[in-house]
């Protein structure tokens, strides 16, 4: 039997309870797709005593963000598109055409769709930069938006880093059965089907309740939900780290630091060896390679006790390090800023 989801067996979203049960209401009300793949991929790590949930902040960023933050929806749509094509995440890119679709500018949603680049010159520039997100130092100020519509665009971006890593890691690329959504009328239709709740507006940090203790945020979040919602998730991905022995998290944090955005080859492989260092591979190939990922690296770091909540803490510490090394270099100063 066929499975949207790859190394993980989820719940169904229709099991969910309590505050899990609350974020796909929401999700439902404020996304329009009541079961968005890449948040049930998360729900198999619910929170615990030693880590808190993945799923909640990872909605948190990308609603504050994209949905509720400043900014332009469909601004923000093509910010999110550029991220995931630099990526290579297939799944977030079509889906993100259709959005595009949903804000009403079909044109500009299906000149993406054929590889082609926005008439408007404003959207030209806002894909451009973010497709050099990705590169460490490649898309810092001036931005192609307003100042203060960096946390909408900002976070948009960042939250998408991580998600395009989680869908290439634990979610099939195929967004609709028989891969439909490459037919324009089938992208279309599914667009519109979402404009309604595209074009409403949507109140801004009413996700901020589902997180724990969040904290303020990073200071170009502006006192803005989006800070908070990024501090969550930094939190939650982070505490993955304790799945590795402190020489695997050194060596994934001295590779990540030295990372400059490049798609790794094929050929020689540039990872640990499975049968020497899985939990480091696993994390590395997260950042940098999540689509690379397959049954035999996980079997290799699978022990009795590492259950599929294990797993996907372990793939979104690496994800993270890498949406880390990309915020730090995003937002770090310029050297007119310095001097």
């Known amino acids: 039997m066929s499975t949207t989801f790859r190394h993980?067996?989820?719940l169904p979203p229709k099991a969910a309870t309590g505050r899990v049960a609350e974020l796909y209401e929401q999700m439902a009300r404020d996304f329009g797709i009541p079961e968005p793949a890449p948040f049930v991929a998360l729900s198999s790590?619910?929170?615990?005593?030693?880590?808190?949930?993945l799923l909640a902040p990872a909605w948190a960023l990308m609603r504050e963000s994209l949905l509720a933050g400043p900014g332009d929806r469909t601004g923000k749509?093509?910010?999110a598109f550029g991220v995931s094509q630099t990526n290579g995440c297939r799944f977030c890119v079509d889906a993100h055409t259709m959005l595009l679709h949903a804000t009403g500018d079909h044109d500009l949603a299906e000149r993406?769709?054929?590889g082609r680049e926005p008439?408007?010159?404003q959207h030209a520039r806002v894909l451009d930069w973010a497709r050099r997100t990705r590169i460490p130092g490649a898309a810092r100020e001036p931005y192609p938006f307003q100042r203060?519509?960096?946390?909408?665009y900002l976070g948009t971006a960042l939250a998408f880093h991580f998600i395009?890593?989680?869908v290439s890691a634990?979610?099939?690329e195929r967004l609709l059965p028989a891969d439909a959504q490459r037919l324009r009328a089938v992208r279309s239709l599914a667009g519109r089907s979402l404009s309604r709740t595209v074009r409403r507006p949507v109140v801004s940090g009413a996700s901020l309740p589902l997180l724990d203790d969040p904290g303020p945020g990073p200071a170009w979040a502006a006192h803005t939900p989006v800070g908070p919602a990024y501090a969550a998730l930094r939190t939650a991905a982070t505490a993955g780290a304790g799945l590795l022995a402190a020489d695997d998290q050194a060596l994934v944090r001295t590779v990540v630091r030295d990372w400059d955005g490049s798609h790794p080859p094929f050929d020689p492989d540039p990872f640990p060896d499975r049968r020497e260092r899985p939990g480091a591979r696993l994390a590395l190939l997260a950042a940098f390679a999540p689509s690379r990922i397959s049954e035999a690296d996980v079997a290799a770091w699978r022990r009795p006790e590492h259950t599929d909540h294990c797993l996907v803490h372990l793939v979104a510490y690496g994800a993270f390090a890498a949406v880390d090394r990309v915020e730090s270099a995003l937002t770090a100063p310029t050297v007119e800023e310095t001097s």
Do not use: M, S, Y
């Not at 790590?45 to 949930?53: K, S, V």
């Not at 203060?148 to 909408?152: D, K, N, S």
């Open 148 to 152: 203060e519509e960096a946390p909408g």
């Open 164 to 166: 395009n890593r989680i």
């Open 45 to 53: 790590a619910p929170p615990t005593l030693l880590a808190p949930t």
């Open 170 to 172: 634990l979610v099939t």
């Open 77 to 79: 749509e093509v910010a």
């Open 119 to 121: 008439a408007d010159g």
């Open 112 to 114: 993406l769709a054929r």
């Open 8 to 10: 993980t067996d989820p």
